[in-house]
């Protein structure tokens, strides 16, 4: 069975630091590219960093760019998502998704396989 689950959200201070895992079950995840998507109340599911599966390029929106860094560790079968300088704009629920094929795409409609999600929560 195909599973990919997200961990350690949760709530921290602005300026704080989070890192995200997604764990990847039934399938070998370095033959994929996983996206991160952030969810804010009120919004559209959005993607904010992905990495390649064969030449591990990695992207990130804007929004994160210089704050986030995706990675990814093959043989736990896991990427990370390491969020630093957090801002109250960063709340929401954040998901993984696997893309068969390995390249990274922003739509969220290419992506073949998603976790359930986890929150995160940048409050004072």
């Known amino acids: 069975q195909v599973q990919l689950v997200e961990s350690g959200g949760g709530l921290v201070q602005p300026g704080g630091s989070l890192r995200l895992s997604c764990a990847a079950s039934?399938?070998?995840?370095?033959?994929?590219?996983i996206g991160w998507f952030h969810q804010a109340p009120g919004k559209e599911r959005e993607a904010i960093s992905c990495i390649n599966s064969r030449d591990g390029m990695t992207f990130y929106t804007d929004s994160v760019k210089g704050r986030f860094t995706v990675s990814r560790d093959n043989a736990k079968n896991t990427v990370y998502l390491q969020m630093n300088s957090l801002k109250p704009e960063d709340t929401g629920l954040y998901y993984c998704?696997?893309?068969?094929?390995?390249?990274?795409?922003?739509?969220?409609?290419?992506?073949?396989?998603w976790g359930q999600g986890t929150q995160v929560t940048v409050s004072s």
């Open positions: 998704a696997a893309r068969e094929g390995g390249v990274c795409y922003a739509r969220t409609a290419e992506y073949d396989y």
């Open positions: 039934g399938f070998t995840a370095d033959y994929y590219a």
